[in-house]
């Protein structure tokens, strides 16, 4: 398996542009986490699916922050629009059931200028 | 709610010499326990996971960490450190509900 792939790896927008990251989880894996890592805040969830269904997205920080999972093999996470303060690295990591073994992608860093 | 402190933002360390990574945790029942370990522009890859049984628990690349409920702990060890360990290490902390909070992470650094 290829594990968690995430594109772009990099991303730089300019303020007011909307933003869309991918992420293709690990084959079988029931659950997708999207996360983001700032200096500041260290490694904050955002929003997580069980199923391609939504469980728990109260770590979004605004309703400029949008995530779906429209199949069992691919999620996105858009913000539009985009502001300087959400430049971090988003990563995307997939689990079997019950297990915390997560598996992470390698991140995509935004940069919004 | 549990949370996970890390108290140590940096830990520097010779090459060969021994290591200790402070994790404590809050948490009202037996919780499950991980460390993770990030090398530069990387994702996070699991290095060992706590849930139950015996609490000292191995982990890959040589590492150990012990489970202690008297003081909320899972610390991370290592006997002998490699320049390769120099990255960053995260402790976290699940309830049960599938998803694990991170601690804010250490930093360590290996002299040559």
């Known amino acids: 398996d290829a594990g968690v792939i995430q594109s772009p790896r990099h991303e730089v927008t300019e303020m007011g542009q909307e933003v869309t990251l991918r992420c293709k989880p690990i084959?079988?894996?029931?659950?997708l986490f999207w996360y983001r890592q700032t200096m500041m805040r260290g490694l904050e969830l955002l929003i997580y699916?069980?199923?391609?269904?939504?469980?728990?997205d109260s770590g979004m920080p605004e309703d400029r922050f949008s995530a779906k999972m429209p199949n069992a093999s691919f999620s996105t996470l858009k913000i539009q629009p985009s502001e300087p303060r959400d430049s971090a690295v988003y990563f995307c990591a997939s689990s079997p059931p019950y297990a915390g073994s997560y598996t992470f992608g390698s991140g995509t860093r935004l940069t919004v200028v | 709610a549990q949370s996970v402190t890390q108290p140590d933002i940096h830990i520097t360390v010779s090459e060969g010499a021994s290591l200790e990574l402070r994790c404590n945790y809050s948490y009202g029942a037996t919780p499950y326990l991980f460390w993770y370990v990030q090398s530069p522009g990387q994702g996070l890859q699991l290095l060992l996971k706590y849930f139950s049984g015996d609490t000292l628990v191995q982990g890959i690349k040589g590492f150990e960490a012990e489970f202690k409920r008297s003081q909320s702990s899972f610390n991370l060890r290592k006997p002998s450190v490699h320049w390769s360990d120099a990255a960053e290490y995260f402790c976290?902390?699940?309830?049960?509900?599938?998803?694990?909070?991170f601690g804010k992470g250490t930093r360590l650094h290996i002299l040559p």
């Open positions: 976290a902390v699940g309830a049960g509900d599938d998803k694990i909070i």
């Open positions: 084959s079988g894996h029931d659950y």
């Open positions: 699916f069980n199923n391609n269904v939504p469980i728990d």
